[in-house]
């Protein structure tokens, strides 16, 4: 495992970047006051990534260590692209939440602590022994404990609320003293609060009093201990309109502009699943852009009835996770052979079977490319990050349209639920790719409902419209016709003709995101270890190593130069969230030695391991390339707790029981 | 049903060029028949009507209508359907499916598409039997059914479509079988009813399950065994002999004698459709010591789920424009100019 470094930027006057974890019960709001601070950072200018990790019960009990909520936020002056491989600073809400994530902090960190919370019946619950804010196993640490409990109700009092009602403003407490920490202005989470509690301004008050007296308590204690203020400059951003945003916004988003710019309305057809509800949670409520969705019975009827719609002339589109995605194989097949456009997206979770349903994992490339009955050839896209995930669910609508085939797009639990900073782009910006129905006869006096264009695909043919009649199915067609056909020599054309269009779809040829386009090594990543991989190459290049960095969007087809490219590298490495896959597709595709880097912990690569597998190919040990990283209990998600879709918010605070379904979802309300 | 314009066709305008494949004397024919029979009477057109099915002899039937159609996957017709109607309201669809196909594996989903009341017709051909499988017993097949993969027979309670239809929140059960004269009666309420429609309709598969039916089925001594209900009319069978009564003591049906056609002094029943626990009765009635209830059993319509779809995106889009460039720019956002960021 690669080593920490020591020191840490809260040393320096003006550090490039800073790791902060909040952590708390899954009742103190920790999601929340993440989500805000995200909102204040990005407001300060900073390049972020966050890492939001609830616990996968709904409710767990109080206090104890499975019941732990945690949300890690990377920000800095420079590119961010993960959410930090280990904190700096941690926000320990109460003994459990030390206890979970202790380990992650790097040594010589911060640790504030509610010490109201670190109670006898806590230290139990948390399985301490004795208190560790007192008994000196924290000596490597810097400890800044006090009784956040005992400020906030007295910050509260002059409103009137009860010990318990006035305990749950302590998360915003908190939150006013990280943004005293980091030198961030109030008003912006006064008037968010101030919208929030329109309709009950008691509480609003309440919430800025606690807010404020966090942040006042910072300014004005002038603790000579580890707290200080400090400093993060703006990084140099393109100038323009931003936001934050989470992959399973940016799906959603990608999903409405897709259907928009092919001038079409869209169903979305869904089932419950996490980490994939989001996507429904989101597109439900963007009804004025002709957006249909239907929560179905199961997987296979959420899938069907997406098919039913593109046949009757919509876009359909219908999303899942792993296990869901299995169900929906055979309707998938049903698509490919009546060559019906319709986008699935699959966020990935651990596997197999129900596996980790809130942890991320990229184990569904086989399931993508291969995973149907017959010869089922399938466009398979991979988003890199919450934004790119914008434009890949356009890029899926565009080729399901244009090729009249389904088209998977895949992005996973990472990239579901993490936030970053992104570019509002220009909607006019993106060329349209209006669809054509068919309206009249197109081979003389002749419906041929087979007969393909230019790109190999059928003509999009809506029921409804005179003198087009015809019936198509699952079962083997006539080539031109669609009539039933099983006959030896149709079959085969058919067969090579599915194949032809697939392989054939337009694919950007493949660029290299870091480095030259030849050397001694390639690392060569798909979907969300776009952000490691390119931190780890960009070290390895600044040490002098001769290493650059491949990112692949589109693993299916594959970019016709990609196998060119990587044969002008003496080694490839592929790094996945899953045993080897990809590479598996490389090897075969292009008779390249690709060597798999495989991490299966459910947790994300860190940098640091990145780095330490990229040296391995520059220290002259023959065969020392490649393996399996182990879990890392410095990251999250961490073994007591997971990462949810949301979809039940963090019990948020103070007067907000009833929060809207979806509300707080992601990373908690950044985008009400 | 939907068909604002009635178009002028005839039966042969629905047949289509493709081959039959059906097993000669299959009950299938005749339904096809009546189907080809019924749509012109009903002023159907066939540009905008669509055979939806899912897999099983029965689902063969798209094939072999001159309309709109899509043969879909095992079990899953009734969910392309809904999506089918979501996106288009218009189209006027008409489900296959069978006792194999709807009851067994698509079980689920002709469960959900009834309780949601998605407006379509809903024809389930009940033979007792996978037939394009070769014979094996299916889940309407009675106890004791000897079939390859029941070799010593069926040991399974037999599932009771109309019951399950019923049960699931339909609001229209019909039935009817293949060769009836009636049937085109049954599918044309059915396609007057607003909503999903179901009609279980008696198909003999002449290879695997024959005469099956025959019981009640059989022209000879079928006015003793059909009771053919009709709204507003007496329940009475067996050329006006014998009729359904209620007995109040066990709340349930019973047989009762008919004298001098005097229907009112033996208590027999006057059919109502719109009675949903009159129709529960019917639909639970054995047959055996009861004749078999054909024709429409339950017609209550209620409001169907499409329109409600469509009711809420408009509502819910109401005073909203469609901006993308507003949607993607919504929430909490900043301008960057330069390298200083200002909140907006």
């Keep these: 495992m690669a080593t920490q470094a020591a020191d840490t930027p809260l040393e320096a006057e003006n550090p490039d970047a800073v790791v902060v974890r909040f952590a708390g019960d899954s009742g103190d709001g920790m999601q929340l006051t993440g989500g805000q601070f995200t909102l204040s950072t990005a407001l300060a200018g900073n390049d972020l990534a966050t890492f939001p990790d609830f616990p996968a019960e709904i409710r767990a009990p109080q206090g104890t260590l499975f019941g732990v909520s945690a949300f890690q936020i990377n920000f800095g002056s420079r590119q961010i692209n993960t959410a930090g491989d280990a904190p700096d600073v941690l926000v ?37 022994e004795s208190n560790p804010l007192e008994d000196g196993s924290l000596a ?90 400090l400093h993060i400059a703006p990084v140099e951003s393109a100038p323009g309109l931003y936001r934050t945003i989470t992959g399973a916004e940016a799906v959603s988003l990608g999903l409405v502009a897709g259907a928009q710019l092919a001038e079409l309305p869209m169903f979305f057809g869904g089932y419950p699943i996490t980490p994939a509800s989001a996507i429904l949670h989101h597109l439900t409520r963007l009804k004025e852009f002709g957006v249909t969705t239907f929560q179905a019975e199961d997987e296979i009827a959420a899938i069907c009835a997406a098919i039913g719609a593109s046949y009757a002339g919509q876009l359909g589109v219908t999303s899942s996770s792993g296990p869901g995605i299995a169900l929906k194989g055979e309707a998938m097949g049903l698509a490919i052979m009546t060559e019906l456009p319709l986008v699935i997206v699959n966020s990935q979770r651990g596997g197999p079977s129900t596996g980790l349903p809130t942890k991320t994992e ?104 005179p003198g087009l009649l015809h019936r198509i199915g699952g079962i083997e067609k006539h080539e031109l016709t669609g009539n039933i056909d099983y006959s030896p020599d149709n079959h085969q054309r058919m067969t090579d003709a599915r194949k032809a269009k697939v392989e054939d779809v337009a694919v950007p040829d493949q660029e290299v995101a870091l480095g030259e386009a030849t050397g001694k090594l390639a690392v060569v990543g798909w979907g969300s270890t776009y952000g490691p991989i390119h931190q780890a190459v960009g070290r390895a290049r600044r040490k002098g190593l001769d290493v650059s960095h491949i990112h692949v969007r589109h693993i299916w087809p594959l970019p016709a130069n990609l196998g060119a490219l990587l044969k002008g590298f003496d080694k490839v490495l592929v790094p996945e969230m899953n045993t080897g896959q990809f590479k598996t597709v490389l090897r075969d595709q292009f008779l390249v030695d690709a060597e798999p880097l495989t991490k299966t912990s459910g947790q994300p690569f860190q940098i640091a391991e990145l780095e330490e597998a990229i040296g391995k190919y520059f220290d002259g040990i023959p065969g020392n390339e490649g393996g399996e990283v182990p879990a890392n209990e410095q990251q999250l998600p961490i073994s007591e707790s997971g990462h949810d879709d949301g979809t039940y918010p963090d019990a948020p605070f103070h007067g907000d029981d009833a929060a809207l379904p979806g509300e707080g979802s992601d990373t908690g309300a950044v985008n009400q | 049903m939907n068909a604002p314009v009635k178009i002028e066709t005839t039966l042969k305008d629905w047949e289509t060029d493709q081959e039959v494949r059906w097993c000669p004397g299959c009950g299938d024919y005749a339904i096809l028949k009546a189907v080809q029979r019924t749509l012109p009477q009903l002023g159907a057109d066939p540009a905008n009507t669509v055979f939806i099915s ?28 809904t999506g089918v109607k979501l996106a288009n309201p218009d189209l006027d669809i008409w489900l296959v499916t069978g006792d194999g196909d709807g009851l067994s594996i698509g079980g689920n989903h002709l469960m959900h598409v009834l309780r949601r009341n998605v407006n379509m017709q809903i024809m389930l051909f009940n033979n007792e039997i996978y037939g394009l499988t070769k014979g094996q017993y299916s889940p309407t097949s009675r106890e004791g059914t000897k079939s390859p993969s029941t070799p010593l027979g069926s040991y399974d309670h037999p599932a009771r479509p109309a019951a399950f239809a019923l049960g699931s929140g339909a609001r229209f059960v019909g039935r009817g079988f293949d060769v009836s004269k009636n049937l085109p009666d049954v599918l044309k309420a059915a396609h007057a009813h607003q909503g999903a429609a179901f009609i279980e309709i008696f198909q003999n598969c002449i290879v695997y399950n024959k005469d099956v039916f025959n019981d009640f089925a059989a022209p000879k001594g079928a ?94 889009s109401e005073g909203k424009t469609a901006d993308l460039a507003k949607l993607l720019g919504q929430g909490q956002t900043w301008t960057v100019s330069g390298t200083a960021a200002d909140p907006v």
Aim: charge should be negative; aromatic fraction near 10%; proline fraction near 7%.
């Design chain 1, 92 to 128: 320990a809400m109460n003994p459990a939440a030390l206890k979970v994530n202790l380990a992650a902090l790097k040594p010589g960190g911060l640790i504030i602590a509610d010490i109201g919370e670190f109670t006898k019946r806590n230290l139990d619950k948390a399985k301490y």
């Design chain 1, 140 to 229: 490597k640490y810097d400890l800044l404990a006090f009784d956040i409990s005992a400020l906030t109700v007295e910050a509260v009092k002059p409103f009137g609320l009860g010990n318990k009602d006035a305990l749950r403003s302590k998360n915003m407490w908190t939150l006013g003293l990280a943004l005293w920490m980091f030198d961030r202005p109030r008003e912006p989470l006064h008037e968010w609060l101030r919208a929030k509690f329109k309709t009950k301004p008691d509480i609003a008050n309440a919430n800025i009093a606690a807010l404020d007296a966090g942040h006042a308590y910072g300014e004005t204690a002038e603790l000579s201990g580890p707290l200080k203020q």
């Design chain 1, 362 to 465: 990229q184990s569904d490339l086989y399931q993508a490319v291969y995973g149907r009955n017959g010869d089922a050839p399938m466009p398979v896209i991979a988003a890199r990050s919450p934004s790119d995930a914008f434009e890949c669910a356009i890029e899926a609508c565009r080729i399901a349209v244009q090729y009249m085939t389904p088209v998977m797009l895949l992005t996973d639990g990472y990239i579901a639920n993490a936030a970053e900073p992104w570019k509002v782009p220009d909607p006019a910006s993106y060329e349209k790719f209006p669809v054509q129905f068919l309206t009249e006869k197109n081979d003389g006096d002749q419906l041929l409902p087979y007969k393909r264009d230019a790109k190999g695909a059928r003509p999009w043919i809506k029921p409804g419209t």
């Design chain 2, 54 to 81: 899912g897999i099983g002899c029965s689902s063969r039937f798209p094939y072999y209508m001159e309309s709109y159609g899509f043969h879909t996957i095992h079990g899953r017709a009734p969910a392309v359907a």
């Design chain 2, 223 to 316: 006015e003793d065994r059909q009771l053919w209900l009709e709204n507003g009319a007496p329940m009475l069978f067996a050329g006006g002999t014998r009729g359904i009564a209620l007995d109040r003591d066990r709340l349930e049906l019973k047989v009762v004698d008919v004298v001098d056609g005097d229907w009112q002094a033996a208590e027999v029943l006057v059919h109502d459709v719109t009675n949903r626990s009159i129709a529960h009765m019917l639909v639970e009635m054995p047959f055996g010591p009861f004749p078999m209830a054909l024709g429409v059993l339950y017609d209550d319509p209620r409001p169907t789920f499409e329109t409600a779809v469509i009711e809420e995106r408009a509502k819910a």
